[in-house]
């Protein structure tokens, strides 16, 4: 998951900044360390998605197992 997040993350980026440039009727390969730095920033980004919803399904199976033996002490013991 981590190499397909990574890649997604790159094209996010890379397409984020050529889209910028077409906006601007600039060529799209204008200044190309700032496609670099576009796909480096997607990839970061799109990684640290991947581990905030992995943490934040974690939280949500200890809310919910939580809450589960809340009930059973209440109604059942």
Do not use: C
């Not at 700032?34 to 920033?41: I, K, N, S, T, V």
């Not at 200890?62 to 809340?70: R, S, V």
């Amino acid at each position: 998951m981590a190499v397909s997040a990574t890649v997604i993350g790159a094209l996010l980026g890379l397409g984020t900044q050529m889209y910028s440039n077409a906006l601007r009727k600039l060529p799209y390969m204008r200044h190309p360390w700032e496609h670099l730095l576009g796909m480096g920033l997607g990839a970061v980004f799109v990684n640290q998605l991947v581990n905030w919803d992995a943490q934040l399904q974690r939280d949500l199976d200890n809310m919910l197992e939580k809450a589960k033996a809340a009930n059973e002490r209440r109604y059942f013991g």
